[in-house]
């Protein structure tokens, strides 16, 4: 068994390897002129340089609170730095993940607005103390949430992308099923960690969600913005649009 604050370890491997994402995405997107290019990376730098500074400040021991729970004979602790960090960093990879779509301003709105409200509820549920059971409940509402992002994910937004140049379509899908498939892994992780029913230690659950975050922020970003010509092409096809317009 791990011993109490071990769990630090994790924390500031994620604060390394957020920070070293945070710098290659800078060099990459060095020299990059044309404008609707750099929106990419300037979007995409800011998700790990967030994501940096909430697990510098999760090691150094701030954004942690300590819960009294009813059904537990220890106090729960609870990283809100963490749901601060996914508030931010979420909607603005879904925003990255739009603009290679080629999304309207409405899909996007509601992308973010299902996004925030997944992260609200699920920092609700882990701040509940009244019973395990209203925890649950409110892990079922953000999940809510998150089944409804699929959906738009999977429909509204792949069959916008779906009138993109083939390799921005084909970098596009790429993306997606990685955002799926690591995000689907949270609320696992949740349900079955300390903020949920306790069946593994805080010790492998923040591991696991360093490990997540990582290849959630920075795994890609580097998928992204290691396509530059796509990138370019996007902006092409973009320029194009607005001047036939």
């Keep these: 068994m791990p ?11 994620g604060t ?4 070293v994402g945070t710098l290659a995405f800078i ?3 060095w020299g990059e002129e044309d404008p609707e290019a750099q929106e990419y990376y300037i979007i995409t730098i800011f998700i790990p340089a967030i994501a940096a500074s909430a697990y510098f400040s999760m090691a150094m021991g701030f954004g942690l609170t300590e819960l009294s729970v009813p059904w537990a004979s220890e106090a729960l602790d609870i990283y809100w730095a963490r749901y601060a960090d996914w508030l931010f960093t979420t909607p603005l990879l879904l925003i990255d993940l739009a603009l290679l779509a080629g999304a309207n301003r409405n899909t996007i709105s509601t992308l973010v607005g299902l996004d925030v409200g997944m992260i609200v509820t699920g920092l609700v549920g882990a701040l509940v103390t009244s019973s395990q059971t209203m925890r649950i409940v409110w892990w079922g509402i953000s999940c809510g949430f998150f089944l409804a992002l699929l959906y738009i994910l999977v429909s509204r937004l ?23 498939l690591l995000w689907t892994a949270y609320p696992i992780v949740w349900i079955v960690g300390t903020e949920g029913l306790g069946l593994i230690p805080l010790y492998w659950e923040t591991a696991v969600f360093m490990v997540l975050d990582v290849l959630a922020k920075v795994g890609f970003g580097f998928l992204l913005l290691r396509s530059r010509s796509v990138l370019d092409q996007v902006s092409s096809s973009t320029a194009d649009a607005t001047a036939a317009d």
């Design 27 to 29: 060099g990459m997107g």
């Design 3 to 13: 011993s109490p604050g071990a769990e630090q370890i994790w924390l500031w491997i």
């Design 16 to 19: 390394a390897l957020m920070a």
């Design 158 to 180: 792949s069959a916008q992308a779906s009138t993109q140049p083939g390799s921005v379509g084909a970098l596009f899908s790429t993306l997606r099923n990685v955002v799926i």
